[in-house]
Each structure stands twice: as C-alpha cells, then as structure tokens.
C-alpha cells in the first residue's frame, strides 16, 4: 500500500478520497486554485499546493504542475478522481515518465476507450452488442448526412471522445441535421479538444444500465453489479440506483459478464463503468468510462465495499480483494445529485453563497468499517459560508440512502430530501422531490426519457403550506423585533407596545418565489394571540425550539415546527418538507428603495461569449439567436425576444461577462 498520494482533483471526490485514506493510514495531498484556497478538499488532506488560477485550464488541467506538486510533497501514485484529467492519457502517460503510479488504467486502455468510435471496433471484435450507426473516420458534413438519412430517424450525435453528456444531440428530422451537427462538433472541440462525432440510431423510451467493473494486475476482473442511471436531463444523470429494477438475473448475469469482457478486451486495471443502453431485456453498448464514476456510493451501499480502497489496493499491486463468486447485493440504494441549479430556467447553473446550509443527518463518504451500511450518506465538497463559482461544476452534494427494498430506500429517500436546507444559489431539491415521489419513478416505469415526458406534472405549481409558513416566519420576525411575551424591553419591541392593554400588528411580506405580496396581522390581547392570514383569524401561539432557528407555533387547530433562517428581512422557512422565502416589507427601513425592472437580451449567468452570430444593423425575427455563451460546461443560446434590429453589440467572443450584464441592443418593432 501506498505510503503517500496526490489526489488531482476538488470538491467532494477529493475529500471522498481523502476519506479512505484517512481511515488505511494514507496521507493525502490536496492540489488547489485561487478560487478554492479554503475549500472543504484542501481541509480535509494532510497537506496541499496551490496550482493557478480560479479557471481549470490553469490549474487542475495543468499536468506539468500537478506533476510537480506530487514530486514535491513525495507522493508515490496519483488519484484523478473523476472528471478533469482522470480519462487523459497524456496525464496517465506524464506520471509513468515521472515514475508516479497513475490510480486508473493502463494509458492503452484509456486511449480505446477514449474515442468512441474505436472503442466500438473493439466491442464489436470481443462479441459486445452495440447500437446501428456510423462510427467512421469521414467527417464530411455531406456523408454524415447521408448516413444519418439511411439510419432513418431520430438519430443521436455524439462527440467520440466525449463524455457527461457534452456534444450529444438527438435529431428528429433531416433538416435539423446540419445546425445540430455544426453545435456538436463546436460543443465537442471546447470540451475535449476534439470535434469528431458518431451516429446512431436513437432508441426511444430506452434505460441507461451500466455495470460497475473491477480489474487487476494479475488478470483477474470481476463486475460490482449494475445501476440503473435512466433518470436524466440533457444526457446528464439525475438519480442512481443500485442494483437495477426489474431485471431478470439472466439478464444481470449476461450484461455483467459482457462488461468484464469489454473490460479485457483492453487489458484493463482498475475501477471502471461500462455503460449500457436497454430496450425491454437488450442491452447495447454505449461506452466505457475508465475511472471511478459519480454515482459509485450506491454499488458501495448494495456491496458493503470500498471502492476506492480496492482501486488504491490494485493500483499498488495487490491483486482483487475478492473473486466474483464471494461478491453480493444487499438491500437497494438510492443517489440523488444536489446541484445549485434552477429547474424552473431550464436547469441553469446558479451561483452564489451557502448562507445556510443544513444536511439530513448522516455518515459522510465512509460506509464504514467491516462493510457497515448507514441508512443515509451525503457526500459533499462545500461547507455552510462556501461559494459556488462559475469554474467549476455546481454540485452540492450527493445525498445517498439505502433500505433493505427499493420501497424503503425511496421513502428514506422521499424523507431525507425534505431535511434539505440550503439558503443562497437556487437548487433542484424540490425537483429531486418531486421526482422521487412521481408514479413513474415510484413505480419503477424508468427510461431516459421520463423527466421531459412528465414534464407539466413536474413542473407544476405544488400546493404549499402558506399559513403554517407564515406562522413561523411571523414567530421568527417577533422573536427577532422585541420577543413579544418574553418580557423584552417595550422600547425595543416591533409591536405597537402599550402601558395598558393589547396590541395589534399588521406585517407585510412578499413571497419570493411567486412575487405576490402577503398580509399577517398579529394581535396580543391580554393571554390570547391571533394571526390572521389567508384571511381567516385563528387562536395563535408560537415558541422557540431547542436547536438553532428552530421555531414552533399553533394556528387554529394545526401545530407546526420547523426551521426558520433570517437572512436581512428575507425569513426561509423550511416546515413540512417544503421550503419558502418570505421577505418582509419594512417599509421605514425600505421607504427609500425602488423597484427594478427586468433587463433584457442579458447573460442568465457569469460566463463566455463564445459566438456572436449578429451583427449591428441586423434584422431578426423573434426568437432568432444571437449570442452563444458557455458557462459551467453548457453552451447557452439567447435568443431575440422580439422581431426588431440590432442597434449594438456589447460584447465580442472570448469576452466573460457577469451574471444579468445586457449583451447587447434591440430595437423592438
């Protein structure tokens, strides 16, 4: 075993290495950019080394200095975690010449299966079953068109060396062919340098199945089991679960089996996931991601095992820990990816502060001795006061659960999402919500293609505890103006206080989702308090809890408690698994504010410009584009929200603008 290793990445797959080094004994080496001097990842390895600047390309891209900080600090192999460089073979390449053992698999192996046309030719030598299409070397625009046609549609264009869902497209006409395909390959050469592209045919209402796969030095592989990654929004994953339902062991066994052949196949050493594609009992290859995969904490739930610690024990030589006969599923595990995101945009990346950030309870990336299970995990890179910043992906955390059934996994699931509380970047917590309690999902009816097909009922509005919410909020706004009926001194008391007799107080709100403006009014009358709200007028009472901005209160008949989070006169309340954000309308301290207006033609969020595809004096029709941006690894287009004529253009390529900056001028018809 290693004595000491670099771990090339952040964010909460550093720290889950960190973890397992931690508990064999490993010291770790964090490496770290300007933008992530005092994240979670450098705290939580026994030293670190500042590698450059906030963007990727300048520092966790940066082999030669991620080679260098390793050779400093006399670390003996490397862990690439996932993303970044963990599927570069010129890194793998770069720690064989330094003599630093490289914790994934042979440069040869990542090179076949790096590029998904060739690892196709492999699959397709080693008997792996695979989709129709066009993996050639022609690129011509014409001959793809050709083959595409001949496929017959919907087709599916995909960057070869891609991967995350980056460069995918899915064509339903011939005549879309040519604009999809010109965004693909522009999509594909940003993200991997590399603007080659494959075609196949594009199954409909298929699963995504992959198998987790383990190799060693010694010529032993064995398959961890399969995940069903079917729940998915532009290609990228939502939920995991482990094993996949529905399967019949015949089928398990088979694909399992088909894995470790893919695996061979290239020699591989290592942890890897091979992907499958399915359609009632078939299963297709789609591609093999060599390195430890994102949702890898749910085969960790079902098996009881440590992956990491298998790949650090394979990467310095010992063989498997455990042949194929002696490895079991327990139970069913569940993975829900927390991301600072806004579904209601469209999925967009958000940034900002961690105001608040409070986490179901729960064991943290270690399942524990001796193959222990905890009913919930969360793994995560952040801390409350972090900030999440355009460099990087946007996730949270992952919240992991497991139950002896899929039931029981589903409502820890349902439970756990509802102690969720983060305030500051928005989050597709609701939507994870809702998600895991929809009928498809609960019910096991999984394919790609279920969030866009159950769209209106996922993004419906849901009917919310508004009076309960508002009883905490008011409870929390007392507490904090005075503490009526606690006794505090009158003079610093929100309520209209008296020498004799009781009280009546109107508070305004304005709730932030929906921008509507709420009325509570609170009377104090000698014992008795009422709230009216929702206009109706109830018996009230409220309490502080034990824990930190714990609140409580009766209205009516209805007692509730929950956590209220004070950020200025905006008051979050989270209470009966839903959360909502109520500022409150001081008018003397606000008398002087004025309403701001929407801008228009701006950037959703900080990024690049990376095409400009108008000029001034252009005419064009409403919803043409104009703008390309790319921020957070997705391109974004803004399109002309009205017929007009473009008068000016603020920004040119390769320009970074902030989040809401105008990008340029319309003369609206």
């Known amino acids: 075993m290693f004595n000491k290793i670099l771990i090339a990445n952040r964010g909460e ?14 010291k770790s080496v964090a490496v770290y950019s300007d933008a992530d001097a005092n994240a979670k990842h450098v705290a939580a390895c026994d030293e670190a ?27 003996q192999a490397i862990h690439p975690g996932y993303g970044f460089l963990s599927e570069n073979e010129d890194f793998g390449r770069a720690c064989e010449e330094a003599g630093i053992v490289f914790i994934g698999p042979p440069v040869a192996a990542i090179a076949a299966m790096g590029s998904k ?13 695979l989709v129709p299409g066009y993996h050639g070397d022609d690129q011509d625009a014409a001959l793809l068109q ?31 062919l040519a604009a999809a395909l010109a965004s693909c390959k522009r999509e594909a050469a940003s993200s991997f340098g590399n603007d080659r592209v494959l075609i196949e045919k594009y199954l409909t209402r298929p699963r995504h199945v992959e198998v987790q796969v383990f190799a060693d030095q010694h010529g032993g592989a064995v398959y961890l089991f399969d995940r069903d990654c079917s729940v998915q929004r532009r290609h990228q994953k939502v939920l995991e679960e482990a094993p996949a339902p529905g399967l019949d062991d015949s089928v398990r066994r088979a694909m399992g089996e088909a894995a470790v052949a893919a695996a061979r196949a290239v020699n591989y050493v290592g942890a ?33 095992l440590d992956l990491v610690e298998w790949q650090l024990r394979v990467a310095s030589g010992e063989p498997l820990p455990l042949e194929q006969s002696q490895l079991t599923v327990t139970g069913h595990a569940l993975e829900a990816r927390i991301y600072a995101e806004n579904p209601a945009r469209g999925f967009l990346p958000s940034t900002g502060t961690l105001k608040h950030l409070r986490m179901p309870e729960g064991v943290e990336f270690s399942i524990g001795e001796a193959g222990e299970r905890a009913s919930v995990r969360i793994d995560s890179g952040v801390r409350e006061g972090d900030t999440i910043t355009p460099f990087y992906d946007p996730m949270i955390a992952k919240l992991i659960v497991h139950g002896a059934t899929r039931d029981e996994a589903l409502a820890r699931m349902r439970r756990a999402l509802e102690e969720c509380e983060i305030v500051g970047p928005h ?11 929809c009928e498809p999902f609960a019910g096991a009816d999984l394919d790609t293609g279920l969030i866009e097909r159950h769209h209106d009922a996922l993004f419906a509005a849901q009917k919310k505890p508004l009076r309960e919410a508002l009883a905490l ?6 507490a904090r103006e005075g503490g009526v009926g606690l006794g505090a001194s009158p003079w610093q008391a929100l309520a209209h206080w008296r020498l004799n007799g009781g009280f009546a107080q109107t508070f305004a709100w304005r709730d932030t989702e929906s921008d509507t403006a709420l009325s509570t009014a609170f009377t104090h009358d000698g014992g008795a308090q009422t709230l009216a709200c929702a206009g109706e007028e109830e018996r009230y009472t409220w309490w502080r809890g034990e824990r930190e901005n714990e609140y409580g209160a009766t209205i009516g008949n209805n007692r509730v408690t929950g956590h209220v989070f004070i950020d200025g006169d905006v008051f979050h309340v989270f209470c009966l698994g839903v959360a909502m954000s109520f500022e409150w309308q001081n008018l003397l301290a606000h008398a002087a504010d004025a309403e701001h207006g929407e801008g228009r033609l701006t950037a959703p969020m900080p990024g690049k410009v990376i095409a400009v595809l108008v000029e001034p004096g252009a005419v064009v029709e409403k919803g043409a584009p104009l703008i390309v941006m790319e921020a957070m690894k997705m391109e974004h287009t803004i399109g002309a929200p009205a017929a007009g004529k473009v008068t000016e253009v603020l920004y040119a390529v390769g320009d970074q603008v902030a989040d809401g900056a105008q990008l340029l001028m319309l003369e609206a018809e």
């Open 13 to 26: 797959i550093a720290c889950r290495v960190a973890a397992t080094c931690r508990r064999l004994g490993v």
């Open 49 to 75: 080394v500042h590698i450059g600047e906030a963007s990727a390309q300048q520092s966790y891209l940066r082999i030669e200095r991620i080679i260098a900080a390793a050779k400093a600090t006399g670390a």
């Open 117 to 129: 046309a060739a690892a196709k030719a492999l699959m397709h030598a080693a008997a792996v079953p």
């Open 146 to 176: 050709r083959e595409a046609d001949s496929m017959g549609y919907p087709v599916l264009l995909k960057a070869s060396a891609g991967g995350g869902g980056k460069g995918m497209r899915v064509v339903e006409r011939s005549e879309d």
């Open 272 to 304: 890897g996931t091979v992907e499958f594609i399915m359609t009632g009992a078939d299963f297709y290859f789609m591609e093999m991601n060599t390195r430890l995969q994102v949702e890898h904490p749910v085969t960790e739930m079902v098996t009881g």
């Open 427 to 437: 989050t597709n917590v609701e939507f994870l919500h809702r998600l895991v309690t």
């Open 473 to 478: 909020a008011c409870a929390a706004l007392i």
